[in-house]
């Protein structure tokens, strides 16, 4: 179990500030690195660039500042029945590693910092630690996409909120074009680094997506399969048979009477 102790969010000191611990603390620290940074942990140097994740394990010696200017950071103070180590033994600890997308560390900290302040019940205890299993999920898929080194992080945020439009809003068709001037690159390029990020490409991706969302309307709604296409993007209900059949196996009349025989 977690113990949250303190944190805080864009935390901003100025270019005078140095944080020196020469025993560390006696329980972890997370730091969201926003600026530069240079640090000394267990007698070892980092220069820190923004956008870095540091996990301090306890009465681990450690000092920062920023010799360039202010430095700021979202950082949290928690305690935890088990060793980190054995709980996340692929996350490096008491060294800076990459992350990707940092506004979503700020926003589990702020919850996590919610939930410690204003909700006081075993029930905000359980929402602390699911959290903070959210947050370490994260901090482990930031590391491992900085061990692939995929072309497609340099577009992370944008790849990530382009795919969700794509869920969200089949009503528009979705064009390679489209996105890839969205993301201010070449059709080619795009095509690369979506392949690239999702492991399948653009137009395959799209055409599942459309597939599962059908799937689901047929479930949960009796809609006609015309009214299906379209709510999925389809203007001709023909290609939209044809393509649900080849995807699934199923006519999307079929599909739909063995899913209600299931329940």
Known sequence: ?????????????PSSFRMVRPEGLP???ILIVRTAGAFCINNQHYCVTPGHAIILTPHTPYSYNNPDGIYMDDWLHFQAEDSLLYQYPTLPMNRPFPITNMDIFTLL???ILW????E???????NIHA????????????YRSREHKKLGNLFHEQLQALRLDMQNDFSELPTIEKYAKRLGISSSYFQHIYRDFFGISFQQDLIQLRIEHAKYILTTTDLT?????????????????RQFKKMTGYTPAKYRKSQITLY
């Not at 939930?115 to 204003?118: C, F």
């Not at 959290?131 to 930031?142: C, D, E, K, P, R």
């Not at 399969?225 to 048979?241: D, P, R, S």
């Open 225 to 241: 399969q015309e009214q299906i296409a379209e709510l999925c993007g389809y203007t001709n209900e023909v290609h939209f048979y």
């Open 131 to 142: 959290l903070t299993h959210v947050l370490f999920n994260h901090l482990i898929s930031s």
């Open 120 to 126: 006081t019940s075993e029930l905000g205890k359980e």
């Open 109 to 111: 900290i702020k919850q």
């Open 27 to 29: 329980n972890y620290v």
């Open 1 to 13: 179990m977690i113990t949250v102790l303190n944190g805080g969010c864009a935390t901003k000191h």
């Open 115 to 118: 939930e410690k302040s204003y």
